[in-house]
């Protein structure tokens, strides 16, 4: 089989990328380990920053987000009992939409479905081969079967733990990593969100988080050990500690009920250097994970997208080669700015094993520079909403 652009993995990233091409007439074919369903059932963040809806648009699979999704013009900040709020349409004049990212996943595969995009699914034993070469192509298999994929060029969207990124030889690829010292206990309730904004909750006892899915599907956050198993908190141990980690006044207004989703997560920083390898270029996961506190993974995976879009319309409608010389660069460039602001929003919201009192003290201070400070809540809602791309 030949096409234009073999794309590993059919999460976001890849799917978002093929659409795309697609409305440009650039041939893609989608490698998907898992099944449509299994990509489905992952429940992951769901903050849109204004370029990812821009891309959905673009993609012509914006529709639902419009309808169902729901524009946020803050968030609220806590500090034990007090709380305070960033307003990111008054600092930036967007706001940034809220709309699970399994929506945005399941627009795409609907939409590559419609234009009879080639997906293929349980695919095995990927290895791309000739990436550095003017020849490239991956070899796989489906249900036992050797196929080959030739192609002009390959897209690694395959995540954090895909093939891509070690297709790089080690010593050309530089890695960045930082490993936080806790984990995020995340459940699903078919309850009212507690209020109609999320709220970050910097308490004693650990970081909370207050988001939503829709007017009645909540999604709660506590900060949680590494060595803590999901099945070692009842809902009722969950409900009793997450009240105590967000301010009194929500906690007295919280509608609890039986979890629907629970699950650990662990917190990474992440980024591999280069982005790009001969005519292998690396996207979103695949390249770099971002601590979920920013809600920067999706969103800096649709900036890696917007990058390598245009420079492969640019290769294919201007015959340039300017825009994928320049991918990783430029994507990097913006990925390095995600990775910050998600280190500097952890570090301000979470409490540490090894925090001493004085540490304690810097960030009561900065929590309070932020809650006092225009210029920093400025540069936080700016942040939060999306740098320009
Ligand atoms: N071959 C084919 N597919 C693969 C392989 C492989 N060897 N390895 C992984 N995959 C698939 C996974 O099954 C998954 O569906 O690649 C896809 C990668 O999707 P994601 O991990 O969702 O990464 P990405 O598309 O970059 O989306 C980034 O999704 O994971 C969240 O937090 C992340 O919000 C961020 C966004
Ligand atoms: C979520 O809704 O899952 C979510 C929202 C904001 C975050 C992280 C997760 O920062």
């Known amino acids: 089989m030949k096409t234009q652009v073999a794309i590993i993995g059919g999460g976001p990233s890849g799917l978002l990328l093929s659409q795309?091409?697609?409305?440009?007439?650039?041939?893609?074919?989608?490698?998907?380990?898992?099944?449509?369903?299994?990509?489905?059932?992952r429940i992951r963040a769901g903050v849109l920053e204004q370029g990812l809806v821009r891309?959905?648009?673009?993609?012509?699979?914006?529709?639902?987000l419009h309808a169902e999704g729901f524009a946020h013009d803050g968030t609220l900040i806590s500090f034990g009992d007090e709380t305070f709020r960033i307003d990111f349409t008054e600092h930036t004049g967007t706001p940034v939409v809220v709309y699970g990212q399994t929506e945005v996943t399941r627009d795409l595969y609907e939409a590559r479905e419609k234009a009879g995009g080639k997906i293929e699914f349980n695919v095995e034993?990927?290895?791309?081969?000739?990436a550095d070469s003017d020849t490239p192509h991956v070899y796989y298999t489906v249900g036992g079967e050797a196929r080959r994929l030739d192609c002009d060029f390959v897209a690694g969207c395959d995540g954090f733990h895909g093939v891509s990124r070690q297709t790089i030889p080690l010593d050309v690829r530089r890695e960045y990593e930082k490993v936080y010292p806790f984990g995020w206990l995340g459940v699903l309730s078919e309850t009212p969100p507690v209020t109609h904004e999320l709220i970050y909750a910097n308490s004693s006892r650990g970081f909370a988080l207050c988001s939503m899915r829709n007017e009645s599907l909540s999604r709660y956050y506590i900060q949680c050990s590494l060595s803590d198993k999901p099945e070692d908190w009842t809902d009722e141990a969950f409900w009793q500690e997450f009240k105590r980690r967000i301010p009194a006044d929500q906690a007295g207004k919280l509608v609890t009920g039986p979890t629907i989703e629970k699950s650990i997560a662990p917190l990474r920083s992440f980024v591999t250097e280069p982005m790009r390898w001969g005519r292998l270029f690396l996207c979103g996961d695949a390249a770099h994970i971002v601590p979920p506190t920013g809600a920067k993974g999706l969103n800096t995976a649709a900036s890696d997208v917007h990058y390598l879009y245009?420079?492969?319309?640019?290769?294919?409608?201007?015959?340039?080669?300017?825009?994928?010389?320049s991918y990783s660069e430029k994507a990097l460039k913006r990925v390095w700015k995600a990775e910050r602001f998600s280190w500097w929003f952890s570090s301000l919201m979470h409490r540490y094993p090894d925090q001493s009192e004085f540490d304690l003290k810097m960030q009561a201070a900065e929590i309070e520079f932020l809650r006092s400070n225009k210029a920093a809540q400025q540069a936080m809602a700016e942040n939060y909403v999306g740098l320009p791309y």
């Open 125 to 130: 034993d990927v290895v791309i081969q000739g």
């Open 55 to 64: 891309l959905m648009e673009e993609a012509g699979c914006a529709e639902r």
């Open 20 to 41: 795309l091409l697609h409305t440009r007439g650039i041939d893609s074919v989608v490698l998907e380990r898992k099944t449509k369903d299994y990509v489905l059932g």
């Open 310 to 325: 245009n420079g492969l319309c640019d290769f294919y409608e201007n015959n340039s080669v300017a825009g994928i010389d």
